[in-house]
């Protein structure tokens, strides 16, 4: 047990921090795309229910008090760190509006960003990539671009598995450049 805690002492505390500030100062340089998974979720396991309807929040994990508060840190960390922002964009999916709702207030969907879970990478999950990538591309601002979106999709946009609130910094060409740990 000592020995791991050493190791994270030593090692994961240090990278969580230098990961943490250099992340912020990313940001603040603009130009970056920055995907966040929603916020933590009541229930957080077991995934959505079979009766998922998309325009019906109650067959949906939604964020619970944690996730709300988990939110609102996001949103102050912005606006304290003096993040500009060009545009949130975010899955149509009831945690991820509320995620953006109380983090920044102002978004919009996208639904290239909904999650493809159930249906795994299929042709629809090919499609949103796709509209993802070329939207990337479009895309021109000195602000940063955000997206509230799911495991699934970030982790198929840019290789990168994250816990609900996590951030993950990239350039337009979806090269990872920075993390920033759940808050």
Same mark, same amino acid.
Request: proline share 2%; hydrophobic share 35%; aromatic share 10%.
């Given at each position: 047990?000592?020995?791991?805690? &050493?190791?994270?002492?030593?090692?994961?505390?240090?990278?969580?921090?230098?990961?943490?500030?250099?992340? #912020?100062?990313?940001?603040?340089?603009?130009?970056?795309?920055? #995907?966040?998974?929603?916020?933590?979720?009541?229930?957080?396991?077991? @995934?959505?229910?079979?009766?998922?309807?998309?325009?019906?929040?109650? &067959?949906?994990?939604?964020?619970?008090?944690?996730?709300?508060?988990?939110?609102?840190?996001?949103?102050?960390?912005?606006?304290?760190?003096?993040?500009?922002?060009?545009?949130?964009? &975010?899955?149509?999916?009831?945690?991820?509006?509320?995620?953006?709702?109380?983090?920044? @207030?102002?978004?919009?969907?996208?639904?290239?960003?909904?999650?493809?879970?159930?249906?795994?990478?299929?042709?629809?999950?090919?499609r949103q990539l796709k509209e993802i990538?070329?939207?990337?591309?479009? #895309?021109?601002?000195?602000?940063?671009?955000?997206?509230?979106?799911?495991?699934?999709?970030?982790?198929?946009?840019?290789?990168?598995?994250?816990?609900?609130?996590?951030?993950?910094?990239?350039?337009?060409?979806?090269?990872?450049?920075?993390?920033?740990?759940t808050l």
């Amino acid at each position: 047990m000592k020995k791991l805690f &050493t190791f994270i002492f030593l090692f994961l505390i240090p990278y969580i921090s230098y990961a943490n500030e250099d992340g #912020w100062k990313l940001l603040q340089d603009g130009g970056k795309i920055v #995907w966040i998974r929603h916020a933590i979720t009541t229930p957080s396991c077991c @995934g959505d229910p079979d009766n998922l309807k998309i325009d019906d929040r109650s &067959t949906q994990r939604n964020l619970g008090k944690e996730g709300i508060e988990q939110s609102k840190k996001i949103g102050e960390f912005f606006k304290k760190n003096n993040i500009q922002i060009d545009q949130v964009l &975010t899955s149509q999916f009831e945690r991820c509006r509320d995620t953006a709702k109380y983090a920044f @207030g102002d978004y919009k969907d996208f639904s290239a960003l909904n999650s493809f879970f159930r249906e795994g990478i299929g042709s629809n999950a090919q499609r949103q990539l796709k509209e993802i990538k070329e939207f990337v591309q479009n #895309w021109n601002s000195k602000k940063n671009l955000v997206f509230v979106t799911h495991q699934v999709v970030i982790s198929n946009s840019v290789n990168e598995t994250v816990s609900s609130g996590e951030m993950v910094i990239t350039d337009k060409n979806m090269k990872v450049l920075a993390r920033i740990p759940t808050l």
